[in-house]
């Protein structure tokens, strides 16, 4: 079974960096689509960031585009969030989500199109 953990996330003042990790186990990642998506009470489910297997192309939500940088280590089996520039409308929960490389038309910020999740973690901008 496919299985995410992401790294803690934590609580920074508006303007600060925070990265985030998520290490994959029982697969390789690079196998695998790799998204960020992040959920604020009472918001609906977002899509941060996406990288597709294979390529490596990545993708960015409006919102964190020039802000929010996805990469990967394939040796770790780890994909990260670095998040710069920080502000308060960036506290939510965050998820990393993986999906498997198949046929099909999908959307890498569309939620339903990913297989795997992690637990969350919560990240807190203050102002």
């Known amino acids: 079974q496919v299985r995410l953990v992401e790294s803690a996330g934590g609580s920074v003042p508006a303007g600060a960096s925070l990265t985030l990790s998520c290490t994959v186990s029982?697969?390789?990642?690079?196998?695998?689509?790799m998204g960020w998506f992040r959920q604020a009470p009472g918001k609906e489910r977002e899509g941060v960031a996406g990288?597709?297997?294979?390529?490596?192309?990545?993708h960015y939500g409006a919102s964190v585009k020039g802000r929010f940088t996805i990469s990967r280590d394939i040796a770790k089996n780890t994909v990260y969030l670095q998040m710069n520039s920080l502000t308060p409308e960036d506290t939510a929960m965050y998820y990393c989500a993986a999906r498997r490389n198949r046929l099909g038309t999908w959307n890498w910020s569309r939620s339903a199109d990913f297989d795997y999740w992690g637990q969350g973690t919560q990240v807190t901008v203050s102002a």
């Open positions: 990288v597709y297997a294979n390529s490596g192309t990545t």
């Open positions: 029982q697969v390789a990642a690079s196998t695998m689509h």
